[in-house]
């Protein structure tokens, strides 16, 4: 291991920047990145209101099971990604929320 002292949950957090850099800078938000989104707020209640609807729709009662089973779930949900209503649908993709942070950070 190269970093032994970095836990799985400071990857997701560092993929979760990632993740709202990409969408800022790009205007994009897609699915994959989406699902990851959803999956790190359904895994995190602290996040608050971000992406808690689809994160409590697409990932109910999640926070409280083992790390495994939580990745299970969420390896699970890509599978049937493409019969899920609610992330591919157009109108749930965050890029009209980011154009006024964006214009805020210029």
Known sequence: MV????????????????CIDY???SG?????IRMFVAWY????PKTGAF????AEIIFPNI???PRKDQKAVARSVAREWGKLEIMPHPTNDLTDNWTKLRNALR
């Open 3 to 18: 970093l032994p002292d970095i836990t799985e949950e400071d990857c997701d957090s560092a993929l979760m920047f990632a």
């Open 23 to 25: 969408m800022m800078a």
């Open 28 to 32: 994009r938000t897609p699915y994959i």
């Open 41 to 44: 707020a359904a895994i995190n």
């Open 51 to 54: 992406y808690r609807l689809e």
């Open 63 to 65: 926070v409280g099971l």
